[in-house]
């Protein structure tokens, strides 16, 4: 018999052990929502709570409930654009990275 884990979990041990794995994760669930595939990003962003940083020390850094950053980040979350902004900042920081935003035509 075969076993196996959930996704997520799979998805979590990896962000864990492969820090270029999560910031390329990181950088997929911004672009994400620039694609207008929000529920795609929001779950990215949850995976990337989960495995780094926790919701509670999220709620910490963003001043944000920690419930409430649950519901936002959940699959039919729908965090304002501010919300957003700090969650997203809050995560670059934990990974140490600085987003940028280049245009190609």
Do not use: W
Not at 44 to 62: C, H, S, Y
Not at 77 to 98: Q, Y
């Amino acid at each position: 018999m075969i076993t196996t884990r959930p996704h997520s979990e799979t998805i979590i041990a990896r962000i864990k052990r492969e820090p270029k794995f999560a910031r390329a994760l990181y950088a997929e669930a911004v672009n994400c929502f620039l694609d207008g595939e929000t529920a795609v990003g929001l779950s990215l962003l949850r995976d990337l709570v989960n495995a780094q940083i926790t919701f509670k020390e999220l709620a910490r850094q963003t001043g944000l409930g920690e419930k409430s950053l649950h519901r936002m980040l959940g699959r039919h979350g729908n965090p304002t654009a501010r919300n957003l902004g700090a969650i997203v900042r809050s995560i670059a920081e934990d990974l140490g990275v600085k987003p940028r935003v280049t245009v190609t035509a």
